[in-house]
């Protein structure tokens, strides 16, 4: 029985179920991004196979705190963290199990009191004489798990059994001709505005909304259809109207009558409306799966019994409302797809949805949903606004804003009901946390046997020792062809205050810049500054129309919009022989409405392109100028030339809409006097009306500054090169004994200014921005460099191997931040972002990015001084390598720590923002792909296989690539939830297969070379 244990729950089992756990989660977001989270969640998420392996890591767990005493109190700290995890288990079944996630709906001045599920179910109602039943089984269908429907049904004593034999998604649907086929009517019907198309076979009945249709079958239906001599007929219970789809012509029909049924007319009774498309006395449904013209997936269901089989063509999706209803062994039977209604025991009435756009853009920049919450036994509720990190949480369930309607009359609001999960899972977020700060300080921890080992070290090693990761926790030509002004008063006009809608004041030199670069991707265009590009612009915006400026990074939306080359004309997405001129209309309203998780790099490309046009419209126009205090109010807002001015002085109004037209006018007639003038003029009246709020001289200097140094870029190129110069010097330091002192120390004072330069830029970031620099990609780089320099000069002195690779690692995050990968502007925060959980969250994950960098490069360190080591200077390397591994094992537990950490406070986050701690979101996922790896290489010297220097090496090494993985690969390829950070799909560079592939040589002649002197070791014993 002691064998059973070691085999299946002992270290290397639990090691392999966490390694099978971590790739098949890293797999399933391949999957989602080609086949779509159903997928993901049928082939790997949901299903048994997947579960059992947490099953098995669950025991494993239980199996290994007693095999080890863990329960101990001098083990109190692994304890806690092993019972942590198991609570996170359970928290995360119960929430799989027993919580409830889905949408609800309402329209202003209406009330709603049910959640539709999110989740997808086989639903069927079973009637036979006067008993009645629903039956639900959720179903996760998709291209590649069409058969996942395979459910027999007992009722009554008779069992029904249906499976699914087919998927098509978003597939055209039609009817063919066919020999075998049968009678079959193929109509559009519409029922309070909700349009369907359905098909009825001979002997069938189908319900829409509660409005049922029938086919030779059910008379007593609401709109009965009949076949007689090869004539169709119909009779309705109600009342109507029929017009001819010709003319127009309109007539009356009665109820419970028989009229002829026919193709060219429009049946009309109260709200259901309904038009034959076809009819084919034998035909069989038939889709096109490669069209993608639907708007709807359709599924392809078999029911078999002793008496019948048929086969069902059902719409399947969220708010899908269609079922067929037919008959057997007595029974009627109701079959549908798509979600659960949960009733709720209070309602939520919309008193007002407020959609706010960007200024002169048909893009959302946010809404907010005004209701009134009433429970079902109280007449009096309560008013609740719902926005972003706003949630309203009543009877243990929690809405959040989602979506809106298409005619902004209504709203969308995500609903979960998780009360147990949620507890239950947080408990075990506080636990892991207090477990690993008391592995901090309890005597016999790994954290403190680390340290015991490392002094060791200090007395007989060149290197020292070096506890730099917790003291880096603590701290942390121009054209002739277009009319350009000269550099001169395009740097005068870029000097002038103008305030941004968040209430910012800022000179409009920056503005130019982050426009420019949000257009184009970079601050520059043929030569000229982007003062000048804008002023041009605004001088003859027909001209600059025809200048390729726009970027467009989507190949599919480069075609459908006729260009070739990455960059694009304003005109070019005009075509003025169509109805609706602006090319992108069409697809920017489907992208709008989508759910953010639901985009795809199409939908998100066409949001960008939508924003980098209305960009130019907004320079052309003079729309973001908001140079014009009020003279009345200072707090009121500036205005604009393009502003509605009501209540102003006529003449302060009429300086306000004509200043800058005037300006621009006296720039293209080279009278630059009186376009001074103008500038004066308007720089004078913001003293005079503004002058308390306007920001100091040094704050406007420092913005200019920060913007035209681009101090960052230039640090990256600094930082390589010392790094690989003081790389150099102590290779000759430790292999030739020489004495480089002077050198290493000239430069580590470069790299302390360096330091404090770029400390200084982070600061004037965080002081311009009014936020903590952490909510963009090119932000996080600039922390990533910040805490991994940090952490080497500051306890370099103990170790002469810790410059070169600090160095080299600060470069790498800046270098990647100036690749064009990420737009450096500082930006407002898009909604979710406007949390204090931004600055706790962020900076806990970046910090642990720099110090698992850190542990990263010390690791590579390893494997080269692996690559090189000989009979000579064996000894020497040795102790080398086994001083930066003992460093590695306690660097990598506070890496793993603060990754944890972060990971979770971001679960918290999302609850408070999105009302769900977890939801398989690509970037979740790898977060959680990252923590299980490291986990792994922090446990491996328990794998007996596995011990030793360069297994530790080699695996901390690579691990790296699960965070490069996590902040990159799916910002930039899978997309998701935290879109909000990446940047445009980029293909991967050339020189990053390189150097992959040059990483792995290394540690191929590294593994070969330790091998080799490990089997001379023991032949020599």
Excluded at 186 to 215: C, M, P, Q, T, W
Excluded at 648 to 673: E, H, V
């Amino acid at each position: 029985m002691k064998n059973v244990y070691k085999y299946i729950f002992g270290m290397p089992a639990t090691a392999l179920y966490i390694i099978i756990f971590a790739i098949a989660i890293g797999y399933a977001t391949f999957v989602e991004d080609i086949y779509g989270t159903i997928a993901s969640k049928a082939l790997i998420y949901n299903s048994k196979w997947f579960e059992a392996i947490i099953l098995l890591i669950s025991i494993s767990i239980i199996v290994n705190i007693f095999r080890f005493k863990l329960y101990l109190f001098s083990k109190l700290p692994i304890f806690l963290f092993h019972l942590s995890f198991l609570l996170i288990i359970a928290g995360a079944a119960c929430t799989r199990y027993l919580g409830v996630d889905g949408l609800m709906s309402i329209r202003e001045n209406n009330s709603s009191s049910y959640v539709t599920s999110s989740d997808f179910f086989f639903r069927l109602r079973a009637e036979k004489d006067a008993k009645s039943e629903h039956f639900y089984k959720k179903t996760l269908l998709s291209p590649i798990s069409v058969g996942n429907l395979n459910t027999t049904i007992d009722f009554e004593g008779n069992d029904f059994h249906f499976k699914s034999t087919g998927f098509y998604p978003g597939a055209q649907s039609y009817l063919q001709a066919s020999e075998n086929g049968e009678a079959i009517m193929h109509l559009l019907v519409s029922i309070n505005g909700h349009r369907e198309n359905i098909y009825i076979k001979d002997g069938n009945a189908v319900e829409v909304y509660d409005y049922v249709i029938s086919f030779n079958t059910m008379p007593e239906s609401d709109f009965y259809i009949e076949k007689e001599n090869g004539q169709l007929f119909f009779s309705s219970r109600k009342s109507g109207k029929k017009m001819s789809m010709a003319n127009n012509e309109k007539t009356s029909f009665a109820a419970n009558e028989k009229y002829s049924f026919e193709k060219s007319l429009l049946y009309t009774i109260d709200d259901a409306n309904i038009l034959m498309i076809d009819y084919m006395p034998n035909a069989m449904i038939a889709f096109d799966p490669y069209s993608k013209q639907g708007n709807i997936d359709i599924v392809k269901v078999r029911y078999e019994s002793n008496n019948k089989k048929e086969d069902f063509y059902l719409p399947i999706g969220r708010g899908v409302n269609q079922s067929v209803i037919f008959s057997d062994k007595g029974t009627k039977l109701r079959l549908s797809f798509g979600s659960r209604i949960y009733k709720l025991p209070f309602s939520i009435k919309l008193n007002d949805f407020i959609l706010e756009r960007y200024p002169g853009s048909n893009s959302p920049s946010s809404f907010i949903s005004n209701v009134t919450v009433t429970d079902n036994n109280k007449t009096n509720g309560f008013d609740y606004s719902i926005y972003m990190n706003h949630i309203l949480k009543h009877q243990g369930w929690r809405f959040f804003q989602s979506s809106y309607d298409p005619d902004e009359q209504g709203t969308v609001l995500s609903a979960s009901y998780d009360v147990i999960g949620v507890t239950l899972t947080y408990a075990g977020y506080f636990l892991m946390i207090a477990a690993m700060l008391l592995s901090l300080f309890i005597k016999k921890s790994r954290f403190k046997s680390y340290l015991k080992k490392l002094a060791g070290f200090q007395k007989k090693s060149i290197a020292g020792i070096i506890l730099f990761i917790t003291i880096s926790i603590s701290s942390f030509a121009q054209n002739a062809e277009l009319v350009i002004p000269d550099n001169t008063q395009a740097d005068k006009f870029g000097s002038i205050l103008y305030q941004e809608k968040n209430g910012r004041i800022r000179p409009i030199n920056t503005l130019s810049l982050e426009l420019i670069r949000k257009m184009r991707g970079s601050s520059s265009y043929k030569s000229l500054s982007a003062n000048s590009i804008v002023l041009g612009i605004m001088m003859d915006g027909e001209k600059w129309a025809n200048e390729k400026i726009i970027k467009v990074a989507n190949e599919e939306l480069r075609k459908k919009i006729g260009i070739s080359d990455k960059y694009a004309c304003f005109n070019d997405f005009i075509d003025t022989n169509k109805k609706t001129s602006y090319k992108l209309y069409d697809w920017l309203n489907v992208a709008s409405r989508k759910l953010p998780g639901e985009r795809n790099k199409f939908d998100k490309e066409v949001i960008a392109v939508d924003e980098r046009l209305n960009v130019y419209s907004m320079i052309q126009y003079q729309m973001l100028f908001t140079v014009f205090p009020s003279p009345l109010d200072i707090n009121a807002s500036w205005f604009s030339p393009a502003d509605e001015i009501k209540d102003i002085p006529s003449m302060d109004s009429l300086f306000f809409k004509t200043g800058i037209s005037m300006y621009i006018g006296y720039l293209q007639n080279n009278d630059t006097a009186n376009a001074n003038m103008i500038l004066n003029g308007i720089s004078n009246y913001q003293k005079q009306y503004a002058s308390s709020i306007l920001p100091s001289k040094t704050r406007q200097r420092l913005e200019q500054i920060n913007e035209k140094i681009n101090i960052f870029s230039k640090l990256s190129l600094i930082y390589f090169i010392l790094g690989l110069i003081a790389l150099v010097l102590v290779f000759i330091k430790v292999f030739r004994a020489s004495n480089k002192a002077v050198a290493l120390n000239i430069i580590k004072i470069l790299l302390y200014i360096g330091l404090v330069l770029q400390g200084s830029g982070i600061a004037i970031r965080w002081y311009i921005s009014g936020h903590a620099p952490f909510s963009n990609g090119y932000e996080a780089m600039l922390f990533i460099s910040f805490v991994g320099l940090l952490t080497g000069l500051i306890l370099s002195k103990k170790s002469v191997l810790l410059l070169p690779i600090t160095t080299l690692f600060a470069s790498a995050p800046l270098l990647v931040a100036h690749l064009s990968l990420m737009n450096p502007e500082i930006t407002n925060l898009v909604p979710v972002l406007k949390s204090y959980w931004l600055s706790i969250h962020v900076a806990t994950i970046t910090a642990s990015y720099g110090v698992l960098g850190c542990v990263t490069f010390a690791a590579l360190m390893n494997l080269v001084l692996m690559m090189f080591k000989n009979k000579r200077n064996k000894a020497k390397i040795d102790l080398m390598t086994e001083e930066l591994t003992s460093l590695n094992k306690l660097a990598l537990i506070i890496g793993l720590y603060l990754l944890t950490i972060g990971s979770f406070l971001g679960g918290i986050w999302a609850n408070e923002s999105w009302g769900t701690y977890w939801s398989w979101d690509p970037k979740e996922t790898w977060s959680l792909v990252a923590i299980l790896i490291y986990a792994f290489v922090a446990h491996i010297n328990h794998i007996p296989d596995l011990k030793g220097k360069f297994s530790f090496n080699l695996f901390a090494f690579w691990a790296y690539s699960t965070i490069l993985m996590t902040y990159f690969g799916v910002n930039y390829y899978l997309g998701g939830l935290h879109s909000y950070a990446s940047g445009e799909s980029k293909p991967i560079p050339t020189a990053a297969i390189v150097s992959v592939a040059v990483l792995i040589i290394i540690s191929v002649i590294a593994g070969i070379k330790e091998n080799r002197n490990n089997k001379m070791i023991e032949t020599s014993n």
